[in-house]
């Protein structure tokens, strides 16, 4: 009557409906999940160089950030990435954002961060040289990664700083640009 290539259908896909009933119902049960981090500090503390590289104007930063998001945390999320983003209009753009710091969080322990003068991994690079007495607004967002269901970010906006009119460096000492390293 029914050969095994008929049986062997019904049993997969049943399996397959039964697979896909309980990750809609997974997914359903965290829809209302309303985790509210706290972010008490987020601010640039200083400018450690502002230099123009290759016509594209570059600053190294360092920032404060304090911030508890273990409430963004549920059963079904199995990581956050956290990163802050600084924020900046130029003639070219309106709006620019760069990423300068982040960090991958896979435990609710892990996602109390307390940093202070903490140094950006990546440094603030403009396409041109409009980054001198420029107004930046840091904004720190984190990227929920489900095991299963929809991925969606939070950020809060949470400082501004305005940058330098002249290049410099740690020390304070302005310049045109860094010079070239003589070889002796």
């Not at 322990?109 to 109390?112: Q, R």
């Not at 904004?139 to 489900?146: A, E, G, K, N, S």
């Given at each position: 009557?029914?050969?095994?290539?008929v049986?062997?259908?019904?049993?997969?896909?049943f399996g397959?409906?039964?697979?896909?009933?309980?990750a809609?119902?997974?997914?359903?049960s965290?829809?209302?999940h309303q985790g509210?981090?706290?972010?008490d500090v987020?601010?640039?503390n200083s400018v450690k160089s502002?230099r123009?590289?290759?016509?594209?104007?570059v600053?190294?930063l360092?920032?404060?950030?304090?911030?508890?998001l273990s409430p963004a945390?549920?059963?079904n999320?199995k990581?956050?990435f956290?990163?802050?983003?600084?924020?900046y209009a130029?003639k070219?753009?309106p709006l620019?954002?760069v990423?300068?710091w982040?960090?991958?969080?896979?435990?609710p322990?892990?996602?109390?961060l307390h940093?202070?003068?903490?140094?950006v991994e990546?440094g603030?690079?403009d396409?041109?040289a409009a980054?001198?007495?420029?107004?930046?607004?840091l904004?720190?967002?984190?990227?929920?990664?489900?095991l299963?269901g929809?991925?969606?970010?939070?950020?809060v906006?949470?400082?501004?700083?305005?940058?330098?009119?002249a290049y410099s460096t740690?020390?304070?000492k302005s310049?045109?640009?860094?010079?070239k390293?003589?070889?002796?």
């Open positions: 009557m029914h050969t095994v290539w049986r062997l259908n019904a049993v997969v896909f397959l409906t039964v697979v896909v009933s309980l809609v119902m997974t997914w359903m965290t829809i209302g509210f981090p706290t972010v987020l601010r640039v502002m123009s590289h290759s016509k594209k104007d600053a190294v360092t920032f404060d950030l304090h911030a508890d945390f549920d059963w999320i990581q956050l956290v990163f802050v983003v600084a924020e130029s070219k753009n620019n954002q990423v300068i982040d960090k991958i969080i896979e435990h322990d892990d996602a109390v940093m202070d003068k903490a140094t990546y603030l690079i396409q041109g980054l001198r007495n420029t107004t930046v607004q904004r720190l967002v984190w990227d929920h990664m489900p299963t929809r991925l969606f970010m939070e950020s906006p949470m400082s501004t700083y305005k940058l330098p009119g740690e020390s304070g310049s045109a640009g860094f010079k390293r003589s070889n002796r």
